[in-house]
C-alpha cells in the first residue's frame, strides 16, 4: 500500500459512549487501520455521547473506506460521516472575482461602469497600449488547455481538466500575486485551438498553455508565440525545463562534473523532455543521450516527428545505440519525465559514481527514489512525500510575474535560464546538500527572485533589438 497522504484527506464523525478513553480508542483504532490522525475535535457532547470528528490522511480512496468501516464495526461506535476534505476544498470551484474597488453608491458606480467607463473605453481605442495600465491585461494570463494530456490522468477532456486548471490559477495568485483564470477549450484540433486563443488574447497580458499532448503542444506553441504580441509559455515544457536545470546546478556543485562535462541521460522525448534537452544546452550541457519507448535515439533511425528528428541532430555526439539501460552504462546524470519503473539495480549500479538521479514522472516515478539513494549520491522527483521535489511551481509564477512587470512580448532563452539561475540560488551554499538542492515551493524569495531575473532578461532582450534594429537602418543607409 502507499503512503498515507494529505490528497486523501478524510474527516470521519463518530459517535461513541462518553468516558474518558473514547477518543483516544477511536485514533487507535484509525491508526491500526494505517491512517495518519492529523487532527481530533470533539464538535458534540451529551452526558452519555459524544461526536467525535477525526480528521486523518488515507492511502487512496479504497483505504479512506476501509477506515470508515474498522471504525464502525467497533462496539458502540456509530459512524455518521465520512468526509473526503480533497472534494470539499473543490465545491464551487477554487476561484472567485472579487472587484479591486468596492461600488459603494452612485458615485462609484458611475466612475466604474457607465457613463465615466466610456472615456476610459476611448482611450485605449485612441491607444491600445493603455490596455495594460486600465484593464486586467496588465496583471492577467490565460491558462488555456484542451484536457489532452493531463498530468498523470492523460486525455480526460476539458470540463475534467478544469480543476487542475484551477489549482494552477490558485497558485499562480498565492505565490506571485498573478491574476489567472482556466480557459478550458472543447476541441482538440490545433488551428481551432491557435484561432481561439489568438480570439481571446485581448483581455490578457500571457497565455499558459498546460497539458495539451506533444506534438500538437509544439505547433501550437509556436504559431501562437508567431502570431500574438503577448508572451505564450507551455508550461509542461518550459517550466519543467527551468526548475530542472536550476535542480541540476545545485546537484553538480555536490557530485563534482561541470554541466559541460557531465554524461547526462533523458528518459522522455515529449514536450517536457524536448525542452530540458534545450535548455541544457543552452546552459552548456554537450553530452546528452535521450531515449524513447524504442531505445536511443540516434541518427541512423527515421523519425516522422520533426521534433524527435532534432534531437537525433543535436544529441548523442557518440551516436550510441541500444536500449534506455544500455546508455545509462557509465552515466553521470539521469533525467526522467516518462513512465513509471523503468530502472532497477541494475541499471543504477552500472552508472557512474556519485551519480544524480531525477525520477520526475508522475505520480509514480521511474525508480523507486529509496531503491535510488542507495546508488545515487543525489535523488530528486516531482512528489512531495521525498526530498527535492522538482515541482514547476518554483519557476511559473515568478516568470509570468517578470514577464508582466517588463511588459514583454516574447520569451528568449535567456529568460529561462535566468530563471533557472535564480532559483537555484535561492538555496545558500551553507545550505546546499544532498537532500535540499531545490527551495521549497514555499520560499517566499523564490518568486520575487525569479520575476527580477526574467524581467532584467527582457529589459536586456528589448535593448538588444534595439540596438539591432540600429545597425540595420544604419546599414540601409549605407547601402
Excluded at 472575482?97 to 482611450?123: E, I
Excluded at 526522467?336 to 544524480?356: C, F, H, K, Q, R
Aim: glycine share 6%.
Amino acid at each position: 500500500m502507499a503512503n498515507p497522504s494529505p490528497g486523501y484527506s478524510i474527516q470521519l464523525r463518530a459517535e461513541v459512549s462518553a468516558h474518558v478513553t473514547a477518543t483516544g480508542e477511536l485514533v487507535a483504532a484509525v491508526t491500526e487501520a494505517g491512517a495518519v490522525v492529523t487532527a481530533v475535535d470533539v464538535s458534540e457532547s451529551r452526558h452519555d455521547r459524544i461526536m467525535v470528528d477525526i480528521t486523518c490522511n488515507t492511502a487512496s480512496a479504497s483505504h479512506a473506506t476501509e477506515i470508515a468501516e474498522a471504525l464502525s464495526r467497533r462496539e458502540g461506535v456509530v459512524v455518521h460521516e465520512v468526509d473526503d476534505r480533497t472534494f470539499r476544498m473543490h465545491v464551487g470551484g477554487k476561484l472567485s472575482v472579487n472587484p479591486k474597488s468596492p461600488l459603494r453608491n452612485r458615485d462609484d458606480l458611475s466612475r466604474a461602469y457607465t457613463p465615466g467607463v466610456a472615456r476610459v473605453c476611448q482611450a485605449i481605442a485612441a491607444d491600445p497600449r493603455d490596455a495594460r495600465r486600465y484593464t486586467v491585461k496588465g496583471n492577467t494570463i490565460a491558462v488555456v488547455t484542451d484536457g489532452s494530456a493531463v498530468l498523470g490522468l492523460g486525455n480526460i477532456g476539458a470540463a475534467a481538466s478544469i480543476p487542475v486548471m484551477e489549482g494552477k490559477a490558485a497558485l499562480f495568485k498565492q505565490f506571485a500575486d498573478v491574476d489567472a483564470w482556466p480557459v478550458a477549450l472543447d476541441t482538440q484540433d490545433t488551428e481551432e485551438i491557435i484561432r481561439t486563443v489568438k480570439a481571446l488574447a485581448p483581455v490578457y497580458g500571457g497565455i499558459n498553455l498546460e497539458d495539451i499532448a506533444a506534438p500538437r503542444c509544439f505547433e501550437i506553441e509556436r504559431r501562437l508565440r508567431e502570431e500574438l504580441d503577448i508572451p505564450v509559455f507551455h508550461d509542461d515544457q518550459h517550466g519543467t525545463a527551468i526548475v530542472t536545470l536550476a535542480a541540476l546546478m545545485n546537484a553538480l556543485k555536490i557530485t563534482g562534473p561541470s554541466l559541460a562535462d557531465a554524461r547526462i541521460v533523458l528518459s522522455g522525448v515529449g514536450a517536457a523532455g524536448s525542452a530540458i534537452i534545450q535548455l541544457l544546452q543552452a546552459e552548456g550541457a554537450r553530452h546528452i543521450v535521450a531515449a524513447g519507448r524504442s531505445g536511443i535515439i540516434h541518427r541512423g533511425q527515421a523519425h516522422t516527428d520533426e521534433h524527435r528528428r532534432w534531437i537525433a541532430q543535436n544529441t548523442n555526439p557518440e551516436q550510441r545505440t541500444g536500449s534506455l539501460a544500455d546508455a545509462l552504462v557509465g552515466a553521470d546524470v539521469f533525467i526522467g519525465v516518462s513512465a513509471p519503473d523503468l530502472i532497477g539495480e541494475a541499471e543504477l549500479a552500472s552508472m557512474a559514481e556519485n551519480a544524480i538521479v531525477f525520477a520526475m514522472a508522475n505520480p509514480d516515478p521511474e525508480v523507486d527514489p529509496l531503491l535510488a539513494a542507495r546508488y545515487a549520491a543525489v535523488v530528486a522527483t516531482g512528489r512531495s512525500d521525498f526530498p527535492n521535489q522538482i515541482n514547476n511551481v518554483l519557476a511559473f509564477p515568478g516568470f509570468f510575474r517578470g514577464l508582466l512587470d517588463a511588459h514583454a512580448s516574447d520569451i528568449v532563452p535567456e529568460m529561462l535560464v535566468a530563471a533557472a539561475r535564480a532559483i537555484a540560488s535561492a538555496v545558500r551554499d551553507d545550505e546546499l546538500n544532498a537532500s535540499y538542492i531545490i527551495p521549497s515551493v514555499f520560499d517566499p524569495t523564490v518568486a520575487r527572485g525569479v520575476a527580477d531575473a526574467v524581467a532584467l532578461a527582457a529589459e536586456r532582450a528589448r535593448l538588444d533589438a534595439t540596438e539591432q534594429d540600429v545597425l540595420d537602418i544604419e546599414g540601409a543607409v549605407v547601402a
